[in-house]
């Protein structure tokens, strides 16, 4: 069964630090993996997205994410993280070529970063 | 841009009640999906779409119907609402399988 983990509840950075919010995931086959923002009261915005390819991929707002298949994780980071990256984070994954239609999310991981 | 509408950002329904939560996308999406979210649950898919008149369930459908009339369109609906069903739904749409999904802002639903 496909799965996805975000083993931090909240991630808390000083403005102006890197971050990073942790994503692992358990899928059979080659993974599709995203990363989705959500602002208070608002639906989620697609961040960026990994499908093949270049194990690094850049998205949105300055945001990076990883693709570790070893480690089956695709964690996102920021070299340096602004007080309006506070948001709730969540990573999805879905199987290349299944049959299914669906993503499937993680709990979230909300990030606070402090002026 | 996609497009992801909701009829309502707000609603409030006594237990009971036949509650309809409107969707509507502009980019010709075949997949449209519904989800509930809950805090420390995250998003969890209630039923999706993938064609007119076609719809799957998903992985918390008990209590919940859907209909999709036109391609555009995917309505869900809560044939007596309870107050377990207080929860902010989300609406999403996407091109293909497995593919990035659009939201809609989302329908933050009180049941009294």
């Known amino acids: 069964a496909q799965s996805v983990a975000q083993p931090e509840d909240q991630v808390n950075v000083a403005e102006g630090n890197p971050l990073t919010v942790k994503c692992t995931y358990s899928?059979?086959?080659?993974?599709?993996l995203f990363w989705y923002v959500q602002y208070p009261n608002r639906g989620l915005q697609f961040l960026l997205k990994y499908i093949t390819g270049d194990n690094l991929v850049k998205g949105s707002y300055g945001f990076e994410a990883e693709f570790n298949k070893s480690q089956t994780s695709f964690h996102l980071k920021k070299p340096s993280a602004l007080v309006s990256d506070s948001a709730l984070y969540f990573c999805a994954v879905s199987a290349v070529g299944g049959a299914t239609n669906k993503l499937i999310f993680g709990t979230g991981t909300l990030l606070a970063v402090q002026p | 841009d996609v497009k992801v509408t909701q009829s309502s950002r707000y609603l409030v329904k006594r237990t009971g009640e036949k509650v309809f939560l409107e969707c509507v996308q502009d980019m010709d999406h075949e997949n449209m999906f519904w989800y509930r979210q809950d805090p420390g649950l995250g998003l969890r898919l209630i039923y999706f779409s993938y064609d007119v008149k076609m719809k799957e369930k998903g992985d918390i459908p008990e209590g919940y119907s859907v209909s999709r009339e036109k391609k555009e369109r995917f309505s869900l609906i809560l044939e007596s609402a309870s107050t377990n069903q207080t929860s902010m739904y989300l609406c999403?749409?996407?091109?293909?399988?497995?593919?990035?999904?659009?939201f809609g802002p989302g329908t933050r639903l009180l049941v009294l």
């Open positions: 999403a749409s996407s091109f293909a399988s497995g593919r990035s999904q659009y």
């Open positions: 899928v059979s086959g080659n993974p599709y």
